[in-house]
């Protein structure tokens, strides 16, 4: 900024350069001396401040807000641990189950039908939950076939979401033909029942544990793939993909790092519910006789093998699987239910 001095200085030396004579040397400014000059060098040589480092949040308050409402339920805290209890009886089976029951040379046709308590004909087990037409314990049979239920549902709702999820991303992502054809598939397969896809699939390629998973994923990828869609089309318009776009990411990087994070929730939370929806379905399937073999029966399959002896008075074959099953869904469904609630930001 100019001041009136250094304008009159410049006036005057423009006027003695016009009228020939040698303009007066400019004044050098002298160095600073004594406590300035030491103050200079100090400045010239301290170390720069650089930025400290932040440590990333270990949690944030939308997870705390999720984590205290769980807690603040105590059905949440029941079912978790309900379901808890029966994945651990279900993994530990062989160690303490009385029999294996999908061994058929361990079967006894003269243990056949015994009530609840009773002891085998050589008084070497006790079945506490009696046996069945063929001589299975049914605490044994229940346990195992906890596990066959448990691990159909969960293949079988892992698989479909990662096609779901896959299929509905680069329908809501590329648009165009891609997303035309991808619902119009949708649309097909929630056109029709999905116990009448699922028995029909099973009448074609017949019975097996591996059949029944390609069923089940055959009826709920569309489930999956239409939340997806749905759910990427509105986080697609906003600023963070855009400003994706304008760096230069490619396409699947969009899609896998910022797109489907932010998109997935929904989908987790419908596939906790579809877990006890695939274990019924399982469960009808096995019921009906077109399910898992008869070597390895499920729990479906052990309520459709003790259904003919239940007006002649022997219930313990079909109502103790019915009970287990019946505690196996309500507790996948209470504990899906208030994770929900919990990441429902309305309530």
Not at 88 to 110: E, H, R, S
Not at 250 to 276: D, E, K, S, Y
Not at 284 to 311: M, W
């Amino acid at each position: 900024m100019f001041t009136l001095p250094s304008i009159f200085k410049c006036v005057g030396r423009r006027s003695v350069v016009a009228s020939g004579q040698a303009a007066p040397p400019v004044p050098q400014q002298q160095p600073a001396s004594g406590a300035a000059a030491v103050d200079t060098a100090a400045v010239a040589t301290a170390p720069v401040n650089r930025v400290p480092h932040v440590e990333p949040l270990r949690t944030t308050p939308a997870r705390a807000i999720i984590l205290r409402k769980l807690r603040s339920r105590p059905s949440a805290k029941k079912s978790l641990l309900a379901l808890g209890l029966l994945i651990l009886l279900i993994v530990a089976a062989p160690f303490f189950a009385p029999q294996n029951p999908y061994d058929l040379l361990a079967l006894d046709i003269m243990d056949g039908r015994l009530p609840p308590g009773s002891a085998n004909f050589d008084e070497t087990i006790t079945y506490w939950l009696g046996t069945d037409a063929q001589g299975r314990d049914m605490l044994s049979a229940i346990l195992y076939g906890l596990r066959i239920s448990l691990f159909v549902g969960l293949c079988a709702v892992l698989i479909s979401v990662a096609i779901g999820v896959t299929l509905g991303l680069l329908a809501a992502y590329r648009g165009g033909w891609i997303d035309t054809v991808v619902m119009r598939a949708v649309d097909f397969i929630l056109g029709f029942p999905t116990i009448l896809v699922a028995l029909v699939l099973l009448a074609v390629v017949g019975r097996g544990i591996d059949k029944v998973i390609i069923a089940l994923v055959v009826v709920q990828w569309a489930h999956y793939a239409r939340i997806m869609r749905g759910r990427a089309l509105q986080e697609r318009r906003k600023e963070y993909i855009e400003a994706a776009h304008n760096l230069g990411f490619p396409a699947w990087r969009i899609m896998l790092v910022h797109l489907m994070p932010n998109c997935i929730g929904p989908v987790m939370v419908f596939a906790t519910i579809q877990i006890a929806t695939a274990i019924t379905l399982e469960a009808t399937l096995s019921f009906l006789g077109v399910g898992v073999p008869v070597t390895e029966p499920s729990l479906g399959l052990l309520i459709a093998s003790g259904f003919e002896y239940l007006l002649s008075g022997d219930y313990w074959i079909s109502i103790f699987p019915g009970v287990a099953l019946l505690l196996l869904i309500l507790c996948i469904n209470i504990a899906g239910d208030r994770l929900r609630d919990s990441l429902d930001p309305r309530r």
